[in-house]
T-cell receptor, first 116, second 115 residues
Framework: AQTVTQSQPEMSVQEAETVTLSCTYD???????LFWYKQPPSRQMILVIR??????QNATENRFSVNFQKAAKSFSLKISDSQLGDAAMYFC?????????????FGGGTRLMVKP | AAGVIQSPRHLIKEKRETATLKCYPI?????VYWYQQGPGQDPQFLIS???????DKGSIPDRFSAQQFSDYHSELNMSSLELGDSALYFC??????????????FGPGTRLTVL
């Protein structure tokens, strides 16, 4: 079974600064997808960014980018120019690319606080 | 853009009662997933459906059942409710064609409180 670990329960960043959230995972599969979801106080789960394991290029979405290290099974999220609205719980998630097991497996989450 | 719709948004039930949660996926999405998120926890997968057939099953109690209907909406039926069932229940949908469309989009969740 796949496992996802987020070793930072809480992180803090100054507004306009850059912060990196860590995520590691364990899998025996070679093809899979990785995601970062944001959960603000409203509790809505919002997709931030996705990465296909077969792509070496790191995904980028505006101020959000990832550092995907497949051999190390690491998938960190970098938030540049942090904004107050970025304050939320961030979940890293794994999804198999096989026909079976299409569910998401989440890490324990990292609470990000943004200081004005 | 249309999103996943869940109803009701909030539900309060007594122990041993029954609850039904509904999920309406994004148009043209034919796969539905149910997740349970307890207080301070990450979402846990319960069950999923593809083209009205159960596709995967996770840690769903035997007291719970679910189905997907011909219009692709799904219902999660929960019986003999226990205090521990109090949680946020998410529905997510995807269009399983692989590639960039194979991403799960979440609804706003149904907050169930069992008293």
């Amino acid at each position: 079974a796949q496992t996802v670990t987020q070793s930072q329960p809480e992180m803090s960043v100054q507004e306009a600064e850059t912060v990196t959230l860590s995520c590691t995972y364990d899998t025996s599969e070679s093809d899979y997808y990785l995601f970062w979801y944001k959960q603000p106080p409203s509790r809505q789960m919002i997709l931030v960014i996705r990465q296909e394991a077969y792509k070496q290029q790191n995904a980028t979405e505006n101020r959000f980018s990832v550092n995907f290290q497949k051999a190390a099974k690491s998938f960190s999220l970098k938030i540049s120019d942090s904004q107050l609205g970025d304050a939320a719980m961030y979940f890293c998630a794994y999804r198999s690319a096989s026909n079976a097991g299409n569910m998401l497996t989440f890490g324990g989450g990292t609470r990000l606080m943004v200081k004005p | 853009a249309a999103g996943v719709i869940q109803s009701p948004r909030h539900l309060i039930k007594e122990k041993r009662e029954t609850a039904t949660l509904k999920c309406y996926p994004i148009p043209r999405h034919d796969t539905v997933y149910w997740y349970q998120q307890g207080p301070g926890q990450d979402p846990q997968f319960l069950i999923s459906f593809y083209e009205k057939m159960q596709s995967d099953k996770g840690s769903i109690p035997d007291r719970f059942s679910a189905q997907q209907f011909s219009d692709y909406h799904s219902e999660l039926n929960m019986s003999s409710l226990e205090l521990g069932d109090s949680a946020l229940y998410f529905c997510a949908s995807s269009f399983p064609s692989g590639g960039s469309t194979d991403t799960q989009y979440f609804g706003p969740g149904t907050r169930l409180t069992v008293l």
